[in-house]
């Protein structure tokens, strides 16, 4: 392909180049060729690369804008749009264009985002009725997503005080120097609950990394309606369960633990010795 406007050389013997029905002369030998070339495409659609240089070559070895336009064929104003853009920077590609104006300005944007860092607890559906926003949901979601506040679904916590978490992080740290082997031995048991019923999710508007903030998660009830399952588990396998309803006290966990937490930790206890192993630690208190 040749770019840039062609310049006929008087010493070239001058020959006679015909298409579309239009003849001209011509010192180019790739003038023909150019133009059958060109003669592919509706005058309303947009031209092809090859269209548009031939719109400029064309030109430059004496062809008139009629002429090019009944060759190729397209409008006298796409003619010149593409002859002078070739001549100008050789090339003919589409220049930069600036896309859809946006629909929602810097300064409503910013007004939406304090407003979902403020309220938290929101979805973009939110956001435009309490705003009054005339703009969509989707935008409103791209404009939170471009400054870095997602929507996600919170994280449901447990009601820790300063003193739990203290008490929990000193526990870690006082069993830190424990190997593999001696944490084989402990038989580790816990309690959860089922939900009775339906739970939707809540989103909350946060930044990344921020999941666990308290301001982003929601407070756990200590007793909802719920099934409780007590369970136990070492490093040779699970133990022994319980389902129950009522709420968890000290006279039922003690109950649960007389069944089968020593149940548990003899069988696993029989098992680690067949192996070699040590004999299992529980730390249960009457």
Same mark, same amino acid.
């Given at each position: 392909?040749?770019?840039?406007?062609?310049?006929? +050389?008087?010493?070239? @013997?001058?020959?006679?180049?015909?298409?579309?029905?239009?003849?001209?002369?011509?010192?180019?030998?790739?003038?023909?060729?150019?133009?059958?070339?060109?003669?592919?495409?509706?005058?309303?659609?947009?031209? %092809?690369?090859?269209?548009?240089?031939?719109?400029?070559?064309?030109?430059?070895?004496? /062809?008139?804008?009629?002429?090019?336009? %009944?060759?190729?064929?397209?409008?006298?104003?796409?003619?010149?749009? &593409?002859?002078?853009?070739?001549?100008?920077?050789?090339?003919?590609? $589409?220049? @930069? #264009?600036?896309? #859809?104006?946006?629909?929602i300005s810097a300064e409503l944007q910013s007004q939406v985002v304090k407003h979902a860092l403020h309220t938290k607890f929101t979805t973009p559906k939110q956001i435009k009725r309490e705003l009054h926003?005339?703009?969509?949901?989707?935008? !409103?979601?791209?404009?939170?997503?471009?400054?870095?506040?997602?929507? #996600?679904?919170?994280?449901?916590? @447990?009601?820790?005080?300063?003193?739990?978490?203290?008490?929990?992080?000193?526990?870690?740290?006082? /069993?830190?120097?424990?190997? +593999? $082997?001696? &944490?084989?031995?402990?038989?580790?048991?816990?309690?959860?609950?089922?939900?009775?019923?339906?739970?939707?999710?809540? &989103?909350?508007?946060?930044?990344?990394? %921020?999941?666990?903030?308290?301001?982003?998660?929601?407070?756990?009830? *200590?007793? @909802?309606?719920?099934?409780?399952? &007590?369970?136990?588990?070492?490093?040779?396998?699970?133990?022994?369960?319980?389902?129950?309803?009522? +709420?968890?006290?000290?006279?039922?966990?003690?109950? !649960?633990?007389? *069944?089968?937490?020593?149940?548990?930790?003899?069988?696993?206890? #029989?098992?680690?010795?067949?192996?070699?192993?040590?004999?299992? /630690?529980?730390?249960?208190?009457?």
């Amino acid at each position: 392909m040749l770019r840039g406007p062609l310049k006929t +050389n008087p010493s070239t @013997p001058v020959k006679s180049v015909s298409f579309a029905g239009v003849t001209r002369a011509s010192g180019d030998e790739n003038s023909a060729a150019i133009a059958a070339s060109a003669t592919v495409s509706p005058s309303r659609t947009p031209l %092809t690369e090859a269209q548009r240089y031939a719109c400029g070559i064309l030109s430059a070895v004496g /062809y008139k804008n009629n002429e090019i336009c %009944t060759a190729i064929p397209c409008s006298p104003q796409s003619v010149i749009k &593409w002859k002078r853009r070739l001549s100008q920077t050789g090339a003919v590609d $589409d220049s @930069p #264009r600036s896309g #859809r104006p946006r629909l929602i300005s810097a300064e409503l944007q910013s007004q939406v985002v304090k407003h979902a860092l403020h309220t938290k607890f929101t979805t973009p559906k939110q956001i435009k009725r309490e705003l009054h926003l005339s703009v969509s949901p989707r935008t !409103i979601r791209r404009s939170l997503n471009e400054q870095g506040v997602y929507g #996600r679904v919170a994280r449901v916590t @447990p009601p820790l005080k300063p003193i739990h978490a203290k008490r929990r992080l000193s526990f870690s740290e006082g /069993y830190s120097n424990w190997d +593999n $082997d001696r &944490w084989a031995t402990v038989l580790w048991s816990d309690e959860t609950s089922i939900w009775m019923g339906t739970h939707g999710r809540v &989103w909350v508007q946060r930044r990344k990394n %921020t999941a666990r903030e308290p301001e982003n998660t929601i407070p756990r009830q *200590k007793h @909802p309606p719920k099934v409780h399952m &007590w369970g136990c588990f070492c490093s040779g396998g699970v133990g022994g369960c319980e389902v129950f309803e009522d +709420n968890l006290e000290s006279k039922g966990m003690k109950a !649960i633990l007389q *069944k089968h937490l020593l149940a548990s930790s003899e069988k696993e206890d #029989r098992a680690q010795k067949s192996e070699g192993q040590r004999g299992t /630690y529980i730390g249960v208190k009457d």
